[in-house]
């Protein structure tokens, strides 16, 4: 089974930065896409970007230009960098891979547990 834990979540003043990681471990045949999301109270998880194992990005609008994604494909993990962090980038966020844990077995999504992000002065 493929387990992906976040950290580098927590308290950050308005304009402030973090950055997030993401890594995948336990039987991992092979790993495609990671990508991050966010999910705020009440509301639908929203894609932020993704990148591959070749490094193609993806951002979607709510990256706004302020959150960069990157991957160490040695180390099985997925990073996002976020800057000028703004009150509203507050909900949760999540990881997200698609991977294949054994040879044989088919394409899954697999999410993490979920990391916070409070941006509050």
């Known amino acids: 089974q493929v387990q992906l834990e976040e950290s580098g979540g927590g308290l950050v003043q308005p304009g402030g930065s973090l950055r997030l990681s993401c890594a995948a471990s336990?039987?991992?045949?092979?790993?495609?896409?990671m990508g991050w999301y966010r999910q705020a109270p009440g509301k639908e998880r929203a894609l932020i970007a993704t990148i591959t194992s070749g490094g193609t990005i993806d951002y979607r609008d709510s990256a706004e230009g302020r959150f960069t994604i990157s991957r160490d494909n040695r180390k099985n993990t997925v990073y996002l960098q976020m800057d000028s962090l703004k009150p509203e980038d507050t909900p949760i966020y999540f990881c997200?891979?698609?991977?294949?844990?054994?040879?044989?077995?088919?394409?899954?999504?697999?999410w993490g547990q979920g990391t916070q992000v409070t941006v509050s002065s």
């Open positions: 997200h891979a698609r991977a294949v844990p054994a040879w044989g077995q088919s394409w899954g999504n697999y």
């Open positions: 336990g039987s991992i045949f092979s790993l495609g896409y």
